[in-house]
């Protein structure tokens, strides 16, 4: 039987986890937040490249994990 490689960054995600991907642009990013099992926990939204922009994903980064 074949064994077959597990990155070790994948098998440390476990049902805690927190998954944040930024679509990383000028001006805007987009961004999705996912469980371990990379269904959407929100729908993806856009953030300004801005310093108010980090702050709202912040924001919405602590209300996922209170939910």
Not at 2 to 12: A, G, H, I
Not at 30 to 50: A, C, E, H, Q
Request: charged share 30%; aromatic share 6%; proline share 3%.
């Amino acid at each position: 039987m074949e064994q077959k490689y597990v990155n070790p960054k994948v098998s440390r995600i476990s049902q805690d986890t927190l998954i944040v991907g930024i679509d990383v642009a000028k001006r805007n990013h987009w961004v999705r937040m996912t469980d371990y099992r990379g269904i959407d926990l929100i729908s993806p939204f856009k953030i300004n490249n801005t310093i108010d922009g980090i702050k709202m994903l912040e924001e919405k980064i602590r209300i996922i994990k209170q939910k």
